[in-house]
């Protein structure tokens, strides 16, 4: 299964996997949603997801929804 990756447009730390292109399924109350990659049958997930659990949710519910990390500011170099 093709697994393709989302970024939320209103909240800049979410992302979503869902099983198709358009993302059909994707709660609209968090878009609008932008594709940004799609992770091939043959490959791992980003940051070691666990590609079982994101299955079993794109399944059941459509999609999984999952937030990044705030970037931490580089420390000043003075």
Do not use: C
């Amino acid at each position: 299964m093709n697994i393709f990756m989302f970024r939320s447009e209103a909240y800049r730390e979410l992302r979503a996997f869902a099983g198709d292109r358009e993302g059909s399924r994707l709660p609209p109350r968090h878009g609008p949603w932008r594709v940004t990659g799609v992770v091939r049958a043959e490959n791992d997930p980003p940051y070691k997801l666990a590609r079982g659990t994101i299955e079993a949710a794109i399944a059941n519910e459509g999609f999984q929804l999952w937030r990044m990390k705030p970037k931490k500011a580089a420390p000043d170099r003075d």
